[in-house]
């Protein structure tokens, strides 16, 4: 490590990130005037951008301090942490991009070196930032170490071989099978010897000899981060939900890239308060809370605060969905006193590495803790494993339970395939069927 790298690191963590902190609120911006559909906004918006503004802040001199790693966000982060990693998320920072309304530019450069238009759009933004070096986000960097795994997709693969062939650096790819029917004991055993045998690599790369107690301390953190933010989810069953999934979406970031740490665990206790609170004072996230609605697949980003105001308006709140499930549902497998076995079922069974089946009795019954009376589905051209099979659960959810529902084609990050005029027009449809509980769309 060297020495003046890491004073200058420790400065901006004890007094740069501070004082970043400070004039980033006094040049806050006037806010947005409020709709009045929507309820008061949670006080824990302001925390959550200064950890996040922190986290990439100080990554800017984290090189020659500690070793980065770009992780996938399916991948077993908990291990590298053993390994004091500093790691980033290049799914945020895409989602981030794609929010600024910015995807277009920056998939248009890889697209311009030779990617597929048909490629996912954070993958495509990503390797954009990579080859242009620009980003309207903060510049991710370099790493030491790719992380990936293909229990969310087989795009992550190539996606971080081609990084890796570009940059020149070790690629660790943990391998999950796909759990047709039910996850065997032959899957968990393969999974559990990969993650052992990363440990030699993990040595090498970042200098530190592994100890199990750092790894017991840290999925004892991830896992308390976990459960509170399922107990957070759970409060949205209340009505009025506290708050909407819109809002979730952006409350994930921390189970997603900083998963494993103090400041994560610390986080979500503050929220988990803030929406208690609420719960117990009747507060909702609308004003006026009738209908209830679960999203399936990722969030449309750079449409998050028209579709937010375009239900609201209507007095329909977003309750529950799939994708902020999904750091949730596999936490009661995690298991401290026995690491390898309890990340492999943990990480080998999230929803998009699950059979389909699952995914239906998963949604009914969210459907159910919730009370939801319609579903919006968003197909997005980034993201085949999770669309896949959208309009045989759509059939199977309206047969079972009569659930209104309609289907967006858009994608999460590039905004060139939004259709206005054409999603404009499905949702009005809808929302005229929702309202006359009628059968779905």
Not at 81 to 92: C, G, L, Q, S, V
Not at 183 to 203: G, K
Not at 235 to 252: E, R, V, W
């Amino acid at each position: 490590m060297s020495i003046s790298k890491g004073i200058k690191y420790r400065l901006m963590r004890d007094y740069g990130a501070p004082a970043l902190m400070s004039l980033q609120n006094l040049k806050k911006r006037k806010p947005r005037p409020i709709p009045e559909a929507f309820g008061p906004p949670l006080k824990s918006n302001q925390r959550l951008k200064e950890i996040l503004s922190r986290h990439y802040f100080l990554a800017r001199y984290v090189p020659g301090v500690k070793k980065v790693a770009w992780v996938t966000s399916g991948a077993p982060v908990e291990l590298l942490r053993a390994f004091d990693f500093y790691t980033i998320y290049p799914e945020n920072h895409s989602a981030l991009i794609g929010a600024k309304k910015q995807g277009a530019e920056f998939c248009g450069i890889a697209e311009s070196n030779g990617f597929s238009q048909d490629l996912c759009s954070y993958a495509r933004i990503d390797l954009g930032h990579m080859l242009s070096g620009k980003t309207p986000a903060g510049k991710l960097p370099k790493p030491d170490l790719l992380f990936c795994s293909n229990n969310i997709c087989q795009t992550v693969l190539y996606w971080y071989k081609a990084i890796a062939f570009e940059l020149d650096i070790p690629l660790i790819h943990f391998d999950a099978p796909f759990v047709t029917t039910k996850q065997t004991t032959a899957d968990v055993n393969y999974m559990a010897q990969q993650l052992q045998d990363m440990i030699p690599v993990l040595e090498r790369v970042s200098g530190r000899v592994f100890y199990p107690s750092d790894l017991e301390t840290i999925l004892k953190r991830s896992m308390e981060s976990s459960q509170t933010w399922g107990a957070i989810l759970e409060t949205m069953q209340a009505k009025p939900a506290p708050m909407t999934i819109f809002d979730a979406f952006g409350h994930l970031a921390p189970i997603v890239s900083l998963r494993g740490l103090p400041v994560a665990q610390d986080y979500y206790h503050i929220l988990l308060e803030e929406v208690q609170s609420r719960v117990s004072q009747g507060i909702g996230a609308i004003s006026d809370e009738r209908y209830r609605l679960i999203w399936d697949n990722i969030a449309i980003w750079y449409k998050v605060r028209f579709l937010a105001t375009f239900f609201a308006e209507r007095k329909m709140n977003f309750v529950t969905a799939t994708y902020t499930n999904a750091w949730a549902e596999t936490t009661g497998y995690l298991d401290v006193k026995n690491p390898w076995t309890s990340m492999a079922k943990t990480y080998g069974q999230i929803i998009l590495n699950n059979n389909l089946k699952h995914r239906l009795e998963l949604m009914k019954q969210m459907i159910h803790d919730y009370s939801v009376d319609g579903m919006v589905m968003h197909s997005t051209r980034s993201c085949k494993p999770y669309s896949v099979g959208q309009f045989d659960l759509r059939k199977a959810l309206n047969a079972d339970l009569d659930l209104p529902a309609v289907i967006l084609d858009a994608d999460i990050a590039d905004e060139r395939v939004w259709s206005e005029q054409q999603i404009q027009t499905r949702l009005e449809a809808f929302c005229e069927t929702l309202e006359d509980q009628s059968h779905a769309i």
